[in-house]
């Protein structure tokens, strides 16, 4: 069970699980194999390695809310529940179920909102991987609109690379450009369409580095700017002055450090863009404009956060 466990934390640490919903799916399943396979006697013992490996999961990917979220709220369900150990267990696993259950929903629900807003756009331009912006565009082109897209193949990972291959075996009309390349082909682009990683209270984006610029130059030749991203994306921390870290990976990455002395590597993995870049945000909850998205979390959604 440990090994399991640890195989998932490891995976989600060294990029093997990408994509923020992936990320969150990985973290719930892990939780479902503790329960299903722990050998704890009593309730107390149950939780206390339920916490233990939530704690290391969470720590795995630093900005990654919808991670940390998706596990908030399966403890707010432990905290609720009096049963014994057996009973804890059975919550763990319908909690795992549900949670892929409402993934699943919430994805059909973006991808409609999506597809329906990008509905006038015959060129669509985004930025490394997301399942949700790839559902989303698949939908678009499902539904007849002859979509053409342009993927960055996203340094210094490449995961552009996996959304440019998963569109093109869809079907979808795809165009491969390097990162730098985008202020050569926003003229041809009707609306930029990426996922995101967090969003903060404020309405501003966290998302793969270049997304930022992207956004910029978006902004200045008139394009409209998207991000597909459930509400499970937005960390309530930020409502109290929490400042979303950036985490920054291994200089390996970008290149063999050995080979170039006495230079300084850095390697952000994300970067923010300002809400005011933004178009609005597709959510499960539908299109809408990052201004208005606390609004809407603190009506109906802020509270399976916690």
Partial sequence: MQREVEKIRKDIKRLRIQGARNVAKEAVRAMGIIARKSKAKSREELVNELLVAADELASA????????????????EVRNSTGG?????????????????????????MEEYGARELSG???????????????????VDELGNGISVIC????????????????????VKVTLIVDSA???????????????????SRGDLVNKIGTAGIAVIAHENGVSMYSAAETFKFDPLTLWGGIEKIE???PEEVTNPKKLKGVEIRN????????????????EMGVIPPQSLLNVMLKGGIEKLY
């Fill in 121 to 139: 756009s015959s060129t669509v331009l985004t930025h490394c991987h997301s399942s949700s912006v790839v559902s989303i565009l698949k939908r």
């Fill in 268 to 283: 952000p993995a994300f970067d923010v863009t300002p809400a005011r870049y933004l178009t609005a945000y597709i959510t």
């Fill in 85 to 109: 150990v057996e009973e804890l267990r059975k919550l763990v696993e319908r909690e795992e179920m549900e949670y892929f259950k409402r993934m699943r929903e919430n994805e059909e629900r």
């Fill in 248 to 250: 920054e990976r291994k």
């Fill in 61 to 76: 990917r630093p900005t990654e809310p919808m991670l940390r979220n998706a596990l908030r709220a399966l403890f707010a």
């Fill in 182 to 200: 985008v202020s050569h082909f926003i003229k041809d682009v009707d609306a930029v369409l990426v996922g995101a990683d967090a969003i903060t």
């Fill in 152 to 171: 960055t193949e996203t340094r210094p990972k490449l995961q552009g690379l996996i959304t440019a291959k998963q569109l093109s075996s869809a079907g």
